[in-house]
């Protein structure tokens, strides 16, 4: 089975060469069944190896240079976080006309939490909050630029375009005046912190109501606490958003960023996807219309300017 290319001159991937790569890299492995994982992430393909691993392929150049800091970085974050991350076990190199180093991690057992439903709402929401607050806590130093470290200022132009663009699909009103609150919001008080950074359902992997595990660690870096607050919108309902904002004590600020987070990603994924992944634009539209919808009928709050 092939995997589907997403952009024009994708490399095509299948199992034949997944197999062969692993050959050439690890032969211990080489007689291990190679299966293709369903996904519908954008930037790696997933193959499950044997029975205990599994083997992720870039898609990108940019997403190749995620698996150097992936195999730096997670083996010492894994230990201060509550729940399982990606363990590293090998790291291929380009070969067979594969242009980009890949890695073999450990398998992570659990399943995407459905778009919009939730089996243990209030139990994910404070598991989650736990992982943030936990990575969050993680000293800084040394760690590398997050790839969403940039100010929500540097993303207007861009948001506003996607806007105005997606006039037929969402509320352009509604979306700008959240937008607007979100750049009125105080800046961080304090020093770049760790955050995942893609805290999307296809990114959290749950287990009989709980958080077992939390992947795809490629945006993770230094950046803006408020970035990680994006699961409230993508990840839980309604009921579970306060829930995860009480246990995280965040600031009216910080939340009132997040926000502006969870819609400019929506907006740009949205965008780029509605007609080259139905469910990246599936997801997009849901958060999106919660933003939307909590933004018209949620509680007055005051300003983050206080």
């Not at 199992?15 to 211990?28: C, H, K, N, S, T």
């Not at 700008?176 to 961080?188: G, H, N, Q």
């Not at 246990?247 to 994924?269: F, H, K, M, N, V």
């Amino acid at each position: 089975m092939c995997a589907a290319t997403l952009r024009p001159g994708e490399r095509a991937l299948d199992a034949l060469l997944v197999r062969r790569l692993i050959a050439g890299r690890f032969p211990q492995w080489a007689g291990l069944p190679v299966t293709p994982v369903a996904s519908a992430g954008t930037a790696n393909v997933m193959y499950r190896l044997g029975e205990d691993m599994a083997v992720r392929l870039p898609r990108t150049a940019g997403a190749a240079e995620d698996v150097a800091k992936e195999h730096t970085w997670l083996p010492r974050l894994a230990p201060l976080l509550p729940v399982a991350v990606p363990e590293p076990l090998g790291r291929g190199r380009p070969a067979e006309g594969w242009p980009w180093p890949w890695s073999v991690y450990r398998w992570l057992d659990g399943e995407n939490p459905a778009v919009g439903s939730v089996g243990e709402p209030v139990r994910l929401a404070e598991d989650l909050a736990g992982f943030v607050t936990a990575l969050h806590r993680i000293d800084p130093a040394g760690g590398p630029a997050s790839y969403r470290c940039e100010p929500l200022a540097a993303r207007d132009a861009e948001t506003r375009e996607a806007i105005a663009a997606l006039r037929d699909a969402v509320d352009a009103r509604a979306a700008a005046a959240v937008w607007d609150e979100a750049l009125r919001a105080p800046a961080p008080a304090g020093p770049p912190v760790w955050i995942h950074a893609d805290l999307q359902p296809g990114n959290v992997l749950v287990a009989r109501g709980r958080l077992s595990a939390v992947i795809d660690f490629g945006c993770m870096g230094l950046g803006d606490p408020a970035v990680d607050l994006i699961a409230a919108w993508y990840v839980l309902p309604a009921g579970a958003r306060e829930v995860f904002r009480a246990a995280l004590d965040t600031d009216e600020a910080t939340w009132t960023r997040g926000r502006g987070w969870a819609l400019s990603i929506a907006l740009i994924e949205l965008r780029h996807y509605r007609d080259r992944n139905p469910h990246m634009a599936t997801v997009a539209r849901h958060v999106l219309d919660e933003l939307l919808h909590a933004h018209a009928v949620g509680p007055h709050r005051p300003s983050p300017t206080g």
